[in-house]
């Protein structure tokens, strides 16, 4: 009665103000809170959880990636040796310490003039930019697409006898990994991982797009569809990352918008990293093991540090000198992602305009790799590390080329933070290569010209169902771009 008397106004509107007041006060002072909430669409009330935040963090990522490297800086020779037979180059090699030192310093520098002098990054409150929910036949159509390409690669691998290989790998009765040679040319060489690949970059993305509709939904069912056909075509190929990738990626945006009402703490997060990696490494040596027919303690692992921090010592033979690599200092695996971009590579014949401007192009895969590596004693053939792409295209000035990186990566986790179509199909992109940054150059890389071709169609999408709803609206075409959210406000 007291506050009807002074403010003239009942009860209800009262305490209505005084709620709303309180929920902006939250989010204004969103750096000391634990949840920030973010509504993506009128189904979904999703929250950024600034406890797990930082774990999809660009930085975590980098910081990740050169932790490994550290490990590989340090690891005893002796124990490299006995486990790999191979000589040991990378322990104490201070050349190569310092070339990556500084390729991540100017990484975190074009990351902290990409923040506006700060590596934290934007602020966590901020708002979405679309309601996907309002877009149902793009990320209907995005998930059924999904599923199709998930069959088809399922299909062609099937056709040609992958599953029975599989199955006699699984008893020990031939090596996967040349069964894989024989039904990969059989299959119509390597389209059934083409397809796949599509299907990893866009899965992380259309989770993300699905998570704005009601349970039991048609668009819930196809996200349902498209996990359970892409994880078992994925297996199916026997390749690690087509399985770590997806997973990868919608991890790192369960840590910014977690599922349902429960936010999980920093040390939940961090066990629930603990037990995927341990999943993870389950699976490596699992596949390791019907792929290579690896037996015993040791030899598994050889194989865990062969892979995890073998592609170090490829490059501390290639910083020292002492390992020229074809197709030096023409820059191809900076710009491998323009030439081999999907399609246009055909249409404009770009392999034979690389040719005339750079040249033979620098060996890829280990196979490529594995004469150059054999003449040096080295009986392992892996990736080598994207510091180690860097200096065979750039020399000792690639570390320069980190800079801009760091200022992309930037602009891509802002947009990520807005659930921009831009940011959910690049940043996990980006993260991934970061933490992988000891496996080849993979952003950019030729994944990256399958991103942006994806990027592209999704936003057509958008703004083609968009400018659909609003020619058959019948209000106001002000009222409808204030009150709707039909499209982002930048792309």
């Known amino acids: 009665m007291k506050e009807l008397q002074e403010t003239g106004k009942p009860l209800s509107l009262v305490a209505a103000a005084k709620q709303k007041a309180t929920k902006r006060e939250t989010i204004d002072h969103a750096s000391t809170s634990r949840e920030v909430t973010a509504p993506l669409s009128d189904a979904s009330d999703l929250r950024i959880n600034l406890q797990t935040m930082f774990m999809a963090h660009p930085v975590a990522a980098i910081a990740a ?12 020779p002796e124990l490299y040796t006995s486990l790999l037979i ?46 996907y ?23 062609l691998v099937i056709r040609v006898g992958g599953l029975s290989s599989m199955l006699s790998a699984m008893r020990g009765n031939v090596l996967l990994g040349q069964e ?30 699905s998570r704005g509709f009601r349970k039991y939904s048609f668009v819930w069912w196809l996200m349902i569809g498209c996990l359970a056909t892409y994880f078992p075509a994925a297996v199916l190929t026997a390749k690690r ?6 997973v990868f990626g919608m991890l790192l945006i369960f840590f910014v918008w977690p599922v349902g ?36 303690t040791t030899e598994a692992s050889g194989e865990v540090v062969r892979y995890v921090l073998g592609s170090y010592n490829t490059e501390s033979l ?18 491998q992602w323009f030439w081999e971009f999907p399609v246009l590579s055909r249409m404009l014949r770009l392999d034979m305009l690389r040719e005339k401007l750079l040249g ?96 592209w169609a999704i936003l057509a999408c958008l703004w083609m169902e968009g400018g659909r709803k609003r020619n058959t609206t019948s209000r106001p075409a002000s009222a409808s771009r204030s009150q709707s959210g039909l499209l982002p406000r930048s792309l």
């Open 65 to 76: 990636g050169f932790a490994i490297f550290l490990m590989a800086f340090l690891f005893p």
């Open 86 to 131: 191979d000589k040991c180059y990378m322990f104490l090699d201070f050349r190569m310490l310092a070339y990556n030192s500084v390729c991540v310093i100017l990484l975190l520098g074009g990351l902290y003039v990409s923040f506006g002098g700060s590596l934290s990054g934007p602020p966590p409150n901020m708002r979405p930019e679309s309601s």
């Open 133 to 155: 929910n309002r877009f149902p036949l793009t990320v209907g159509g995005l998930l059924f697409a999904i599923i199709i390409l998930n069959m088809t690669s399922a299909y």
């Open 180 to 209: 894989m040679e024989r039904f990969s040319e059989e299959a119509g060489g390597e389209r059934w991982k083409a397809l796949l690949n599509v299907s990893a970059i866009a899965l992380p993305a259309a989770w993300h797009f």
């Open 241 to 246: 990352n087509f399985l770590i990738r997806p």
């Open 261 to 296: 009402r429960k936010l999980y703490s920093r040390q939940k997060a961090v066990g629930l990293c603990v037990c995927l990696g341990m999943i993870v490494i389950a699976a490596f040596l699992g596949l390791s093991v019907i792929r290579k027919g690896i037996q015993g």
């Open 318 to 335: 290639i910083v020292s000198g002492e390992m020229e690599v074809p197709g030096s200092r023409r820059g191809y695996y900076w710009t």
């Open 360 to 455: 033979d192009k620098a060996p890829y895969g280990h196979l490529q790799r594995a004469p150059m590596l054999e003449q040096h004693g080295l009986t392992i053939s892996t990736a080598i590390p994207a510091f180690a792409c860097t200096f065979v295209d750039f020399g000792w000035l690639g570390p320069l080329a980190f800079f801009p990186l760091g200022l992309v990566a930037g602009l891509i986790w802002k947009s990520f933070l807005r659930q921009n179509p831009t940011g959910l199909i690049l940043y996990p992109h980006a993260a991934y290569a970061f933490v992988e940054i000891r496996g080849n150059l993979l952003f950019p890389s030729y994944h990256t010209g399958n991103c942006i071709l994806i990027l």
